[in-house]
């Protein structure tokens, strides 16, 4: 996977008074990680203009709610949809029950 060039950090200039023959390659080679690459400071721009995208962004994976308000009301609809349960199988059970009372009276 090659970069784009504008991700790519700028090489820094000799100077003229240091004739080294020193490989720079560790200052021209990107990160390899890619929260080093976000971090860097010719993608400072980019970091604020995503930053006002962020808000918005937010806003329309929680259905205009907060992050908070909206796992809130799943952790309130869940509660309610296990009591649907609870109370549905307990109805059953009632049911199956009388049923067998009704079946053991008539066989008296």
């Known amino acids: 996977m090659q970069l784009p060039p504008w991700m790519i950090p700028k090489k820094k200039k000799r100077s003229k008074n240091n004739d080294n023959s020193q490989n720079d390659d560790a200052t021209t080679s990107p990160p390899a990680n890619g929260l080093e690459l976000y971090k860097q400071s010719n ?3 980019f970091r604020k203009s995503l930053s006002l995208c962020l808000t918005l962004h937010q806003k329309t994976m929680f259905n205009g709610q907060t992050e908070d308000n909206h796992y809130d009301k799943r952790i309130q609809q869940r509660t309610l949809k296990r009591q649907k349960i609870a ?22």
């Open 43 to 45: 993608l400072r721009n």
């Open 87 to 108: 109370e549905a199988s307990q109805q059953k059970k009632y049911i199956a029950a009388t049923k067998l009372r009704r079946g053991r009276v008539e066989k008296l």
